[in-house]
């Protein structure tokens, strides 16, 4: 499922914030030190959060796994909800960017939804903790996480209102002003639990009944099966 | 008055003051004198009834979706078209909602921040739902075909829609949206024009009962 356009492009595997520089002396440039802590931070937040959930996770877990001190955190963040805040953001920025190339690929929107979910289940499920980072923990997290979770969900909502176009009166008129809404909802609904689950293994499983579930609107039960299933 | 009905009566004036104070601030920064000065009992009492903010939160969230479901249940279990107990039961649903806005919010939206246990109760109650659901693949054209997930997806949706209005503080909007939630639902199942049809059928409906306002 990787998306064969990047190899031409230097995209690197992984967001760089969270990514790790190696602890220890390495003579680089003060301003690429510091923005390297701050990352060192926000994968550390992520690693202190998998290990003990937002709740349980104190400055000093994340420093420890950041391996910088904690007047370094403090020169970054004022607190564990900022670095979470910071921590979030940049793994949904990155979730979104690989939901948006994937369906900016395909020509069709059928096809387009179809690749767009895959990208966004291959992610959550090839990072398990940051699964959980951005939608679970970050629910409990208070409510500028809360706020932002919510923001991120409703972005989905164009995706599928592009699937609008060129349809029939008839298709129009089965459509309400909410569908999209409740067809992401109902999606994140079924991706989320089973990360709360600890369940990540059953996401990539997930590709063909959250395309038809969410195509039939659009195309009817027929149709969408049969886009779910293509390999 | 038996000491029982005041024992009762004040865990209910708790876990009402505790959804209040909740829905306005966020459970996390509620306090138990928060609590007990909205119900006007002592901190005492509140120690009689609960062994902490969390046990309490649980027990709202455990009085709402019962009372809620109860409602969904006597609604739609009188009804033998599958269609219309799916509606009967939303829109028992959303009016729940609209008449116990604070109440609602504690079990959809606040019992989803409150920690594993709220969101393990929340995860149950919706299973009582999707039963009510799986029933639409015995009258489904296709119903053995439907994705095994579907249930899940469609209470998914709904409970999004109604949790944004939460959110927003719109919670009195949601029961105009229920024509909208019912072909949501029904789509699935019986495809997009049937569901249109039984779904505007209801709301031209003249009530009968009492329990039909003009949606146009």
């Not at chain 1, 994937?102 to 895959?118: C, M, S, T, V, Y």
């Not at chain 2, 505790?18 to 009992?41: C, P, Y």
């Not at chain 2, 296709?142 to 949790?163: K, Q, S």
């Amino acid at each position: 499922m990787r998306d064969p356009v990047d190899q031409s492009v230097e995209a690197p595997e992984f967001p760089p914030e969270l990514a790790r520089l190696p602890p220890g002396r390495h003579g680089l440039p003060r301003e690429f030190v510091a923005h390297n802590q701050r990352e060192r931070l926000i994968a550390g937040l992520a690693e202190a959060v998998a290990e003990n959930g937002y709740t349980g996770t104190t400055i000093a877990h994340i420093t420890r796994h950041a391996a910088v001190s904690r007047r370094t955190f403090y020169e970054h963040f004022s607190s564990k909800d900022e670095c979470f805040v910071a921590a979030y953001d940049s793994v949904m920025a990155e979730l979104r960017k690989r939901v948006g190339e994937a369906f900016d690929q395909e020509d069709k929107w059928p096809q387009a939804i179809r690749a767009g979910i895959a990208a966004m289940l291959d992610f959550l499920s090839s990072e398990p903790h940051l699964a959980r980072l951005s939608m679970v923990e970050a629910l409990v997290a208070g409510p500028v996480v809360v706020e932002r979770y919510d923001a991120a969900i409703q972005g989905l909502v164009p995706y599928f209102q592009a699937g609008r176009e060129g349809r029939s009166e008839e298709v129009l008129a089965g459509l309400s002003p909410t569908t999209e809404e409740a067809l992401v909802g109902g999606m994140v609904s079924l991706v989320s639990r089973r990360i709360f689950a600890n369940r990540t293994e059953e996401l990539e499983g997930l590709l063909p009944d959250l395309v038809e579930f969410t195509l039939t609107p659009y195309l009817g039960s027929t149709e969408a099966a049969k886009v779910a299933r293509q390999s | 008055m038996s000491r029982g009905f005041i024992v009762s009566h004040q865990r209910a004036r708790i876990i009402a003051a505790l959804a209040q104070e909740a829905s306005e601030k966020g459970f996390h920064a509620v306090t138990v004198a928060d609590i007990v000065g909205r119900a006007g009992v002592g901190r005492n009492t509140f120690y009689e009834n609960f062994g902490s903010k969390e046990e309490c939160f649980l027990a709202a969230q455990e009085f709402a979706m019962s009372t809620a479901l109860e409602r969904v249940v006597d609604a739609a279990g009188e009804l033998d078209d599958w269609s219309r107990r799916i509606e009967a039961g939303l829109a028992a649903f959303l009016r729940y909602v609209v008449e116990e806005p604070a109440l609602a919010r504690t079990c959809m939206v606040e019992a989803l921040m409150a920690g594993p246990s709220s969101v393990r109760f929340y995860e149950e109650s919706l299973q009582a739902f999707v039963s009510l659901f799986k029933l639409g693949r015995d009258v489904s054209p296709h119903g053995e075909d439907l994705p095994e997930t579907l249930e899940e997806a469609v209470l998914g949706g709904v409970f999004w829609i109604v949790y944004q209005r939460l959110v927003m503080g719109d919670a009195e909007t949601i029961e105009a949206m229920l024509p909208e939630i019912v072909e949501f639902a029904l789509t699935p199942y019986l495809g997009a024009e049937d569901a249109r049809r039984i779904a505007a059928e209801r709301n031209g409906e003249v009530g009968s009962d009492g329990d039909q306002t003009d949606r146009g």
